[in-house]
Each structure stands twice: as structure tokens, then as C-alpha cells.
T-cell receptor, first 115, second 114 residues
Framework: GAVVSQHPSRVICKSGTSVKIECRSL??????MFWYRQFPKQSLMLMAT?????????EQGVEKDKFLINHASLTLSTLTVTSAHPEDSSFYIC???????????FGQGTRLTVV | AQTVTQSQPEMSVQEAETVTLSCTYD???????LFWYKQPPSRQMILVIR??????QNATENRFSVNFQKAAKSFSLKISDSQLGDAAMYFC???????????FGTGTLLAVQP
């Protein structure tokens, strides 16, 4: 099956700093990538939809200036958490798709801890 | 708006037994896809099974099968011959062209007892 690599798997950062999370499709071109946030023992909450070469579409309630998404190529999308605060601590997951979400391939997730 | 409901927060099954996880959804679309994803303790999301709404035949993948009732908007997952490695969080998900995104249920945590 297709492989999506998400890096880093874990990151600890200081409050006020920014952290970048990468999502790469290793063996296919992803026209669309999705970014999710997952709180402990809860479901995946869609944050934004990222399309190559265009601006990301954010879900209602997600601060686009805080969670910067860039999809510069068909194999790479990045999520930058700017001016991180402890409440941003969470598990972030990306998924990559060759077309619509009918063929969704997930990254292994990133656990972000802001101290 | 489309919604996905999983009414069983936790389930338990004995090894080698069969368990059924429930999922209901609400939509006005006629063409859509339904999925079951598994999330083990590693938290890697794994596709278990997929069902196209236009197909009447229930999807099966080895020990995993679904009972798709389109009129009732029900999509349950049956796991036969449960194994310890089946222990995980299971999410039901919906995709329709109107929203172009996956909508997840709240999940069911499955424990497998040896």
C-alpha cells in the first residue's frame, strides 16, 4: 500500500515558539492532504484541507494564522503551529489522497507537547 | 449535514469469539462511501474495510465483514475469530461528494480478552 511519512513523531517545544510538522507521500502524488487533531480517547477532528498549489481550506473554529499549512508540492504538506501554547498540545495526524478521501493514507501522527 | 454515530464507547470480546460494532449515519446523499478504520495503541490509522453505497453486497476482508443497511443508514462491523491484535479503537467514517472530506464517528474501544 501507499506510504505516508509524518515527521517528527514526537516534539516538545517551549511556549511561544513555532514548530513545523511534515507530511510526505513517499510513493505517490497526493493532490489533497488533510490535517487532523486528536485529543486523548477522542475522534479525529479535521483542521484543514490542503490542496497542492493553492491555499488551504480551514474548518470553522480553526485559526488559520496559528496553524499555517503549506502544500508546495504533490508529495509534501507542512503544518506549522505558530506561537505555540500548552493548549496546542495534542496529537496531529495527516492523510494524503490520490483523489478524494476514498483512498486515504494516514501518517503515523505527531505528538506535540508545549511546555 | 452528514453525521456519524457510534453508540458503543467500549466493547469487549473473548479471543476467538465474534463481536459486532455499531455505526449509524445520517445523510441526504445517495452516493457515498463508508469506512471502518482501526487505530491501535501506536495510533497509526489503518483502513479495515470500505463499502460503496451503490453496492448492495456487503464488503468482506478476511475476518472482517460489514452489515450495510442503506435504508436504515446502518453500517456495522463484524469481527470473527477475534485476535489479541484486534484490540484497538475503531472508527466508522463517511465520505460523500458534497463535503469532500471524511467524517468520523466518536469511536469504539475494543478490548480482546485472552
Amino acid at each position: 500500500g501507499a506510504v505516508v511519512s509524518q515527521h517528527p513523531s514526537r516534539v516538545i517545544c517551549k511556549s511561544g515558539t513555532s514548530v513545523k510538522i511534515e507530511c510526505r507521500s513517499l510513493d505517490f502524488q497526493a493532490t489533497t492532504m488533510f490535517w487532523y487533531r486528536q485529543f486523548p480517547k477522542q475522534s479525529l477532528m479535521l483542521m484543514a484541507t490542503s490542496n497542492e498549489g493553492s491555499k488551504a481550506t480551514y474548518e470553522q473554529g480553526v485559526e488559520k494564522d496559528k496553524f499555517l499549512i503549506n502544500h508546495a508540492s504533490l508529495t509534501l504538506s507542512t503544518l506549522t503551529v505558530t506561537s505555540a501554547h500548552p493548549e496546542d498540545s495534542s496529537f496531529y495526524i495527516c492523510s494524503a489522497h490520490t483523489g478524494g478521501p476514498t483512498e486515504a493514507f494516514f501518517g503515523q501522527g505527531t505528538r506535540l507537547t508545549v511546555v | 449535514a452528514q453525521t456519524v454515530t457510534q453508540s458503543q464507547p467500549e466493547m469487549s470480546v473473548q479471543e476467538a469469539e465474534t463481536v459486532t460494532l455499531s455505526c449509524t449515519y445520517d445523510t441526504s446523499e445517495s452516493d457515498y462511501y463508508l469506512f471502518w478504520y482501526k487505530q491501535p495503541p501506536s495510533r497509526q490509522m489503518i483502513l479495515v474495510i470500505r463499502q460503496e453505497a451503490y453496492k448492495q453486497q456487503n464488503a468482506t476482508e478476511n475476518r472482517f465483514s460489514v452489515n450495510f443497511q442503506k435504508a436504515a443508514k446502518s453500517f456495522s462491523l463484524k469481527i470473527s475469530d477475534s485476535q489479541l491484535g484486534d484490540a484497538a479503537m475503531y472508527f466508522c467514517a463517511y465520505y460523500g461528494g458534497a463535503t469532500n472530506k471524511l467524517i468520523f464517528g466518536t469511536g469504539t474501544l475494543l478490548a480482546v480478552q485472552p
